[in-house]
Structure formats: structure tokens, C-alpha cells
């Protein structure tokens, strides 16, 4: 199995970024009924003002090659998407487990 773990930094103000972070969130958990290879998906906001990352998501998929399967899914790009003009910066890491 695979932990894809990801974060996100987003711009604008904090009511902006919460709003993005809500609307990307609520794309990801619908994700699992779309795309077979997803075993689960977690996604958090950080509730933190002393940190800079907004959003964190977690998915697990039984393969490496399944986190591109994922990546490339229509339904995960147009999730993606709604970031699209708020992404200041992303870290990921992905590993066996």
C-alpha cells in the first residue's frame, strides 16, 4: 500500500483561502466512489493560524503506478483545478507502508 500525502500553501486572504480550502475539500472526499484505486482519502484544513499550510490530504492506493492512475483521473483534475490562481506552494510525499 501507498500513503500520497499532500500539502498546500494557498494565497489571498484568510477567508479567501478557507473558502478554496472548503470547495477543494468537499471535490476530494467525493473522490473514492469515482476512482477505483482509491482505498481512502482523508483531506484537513489546518485550523492553526501560526502555520502557513492550508490544506493536507492523504490518500492510499495499492501501488505506486496507482498514484499516477489517480493523478491523471478526470475526476481528480478537476478537483485539482479548483485551485487553480490560490496555489502559492505544494510538498508531497509518497510511500510504501
Known sequence: MVKHIVMFKLSGDATTRRDVA????????????????????EVGINENPAEE???????VVPTMADVETYAKHPAHVAAAGLLAGHKEARGCVDYNF
Open 53 to 59: 499550510w492550508d490544506v493536507v490530504l492523504t490518500a
Open 22 to 41: 472548503e470547495k477543494f475539500k468537499n471535490a476530494i472526499l467525493a473522490l473514492p466512489e469515482q476512482i477505483d484505486v482509491l482505498e481512502s482519502m
